[in-house]
């Protein structure tokens, strides 16, 4: 058996192919000679770039097998997708929660957040109360929490975007 050579995939398909994770392992596998065992991520066309090789070196004895995840690992990946985004969703909330508790004693603040809701007629009482108030910040997606967090609630953008996240409650 011969050493096992890796990165060979410039070799193989030239340096427009080649990223970081792709290895190529040849391997000598008796009668048949040399073989080449490519692992790689999946993205950017690289199985484009493998069958397109293959179609232009029609004499080379070279067989492709994409491995596709079964039944139990796409449940597997989607368990921990959910399980991410609902960890994701829950740190929002406390960022929320905190955020709001900081921000709850600011008059200026509670005043500004009455005036959005106000000002766009979305609500049709004369001054919204401090759990409406809160309702509507912690309706706030993470991209707000992150403006209102790094410029605060009165810049300019931040009370656009304010407007804006009113406005699409409505529809």
Not at 63 to 69: A, C, R, S, V
Not at 86 to 112: G, R
Not at 134 to 159: N, P
């Amino acid at each position: 058996m011969t050493k096992p050579k890796l990165n060979l995939f410039k070799e193989l398909f030239g340096d427009s192919s080649k990223s970081p994770g792709d290895t190529v392992i040849s391997f000598d596998v008796g009668n048949n000679g040399l073989s080449k065992l490519i692992t790689s991520r999946s993205g950017k066309g690289k199985s484009i770039d493998i069958l397109e090789y293959l179609k232009n070196h029609p004499n080379e004895t070279r067989k492709i097998i994409f491995l596709e995840p079964n039944v139990e690992q796409i449940a597997e990946a989607k368990e921990k997708l959910k399980l991410k985004e609902d960890a994701e969703l829950k740190t929002l909330e406390s960022i929320k929660e905190t955020l709001w508790n900081h921000l709850k004693d600011d008059q200026f603040v509670i005043d500004s957040l009455k005036f959005c809701l106000n000002e766009d007629e979305v609500m049709t009482f004369e001054s919204p109360t401090i759990e409406q108030v809160k309702a509507l910040f912690m309706s706030f997606d993470k991209y707000l929490i992150g403006q209102i967090i790094s410029f605060g609630i009165h810049d300019t953008e931040v009370r656009r975007s304010i407007y804006e996240h009113i406005e699409d409650r409505k529809k």
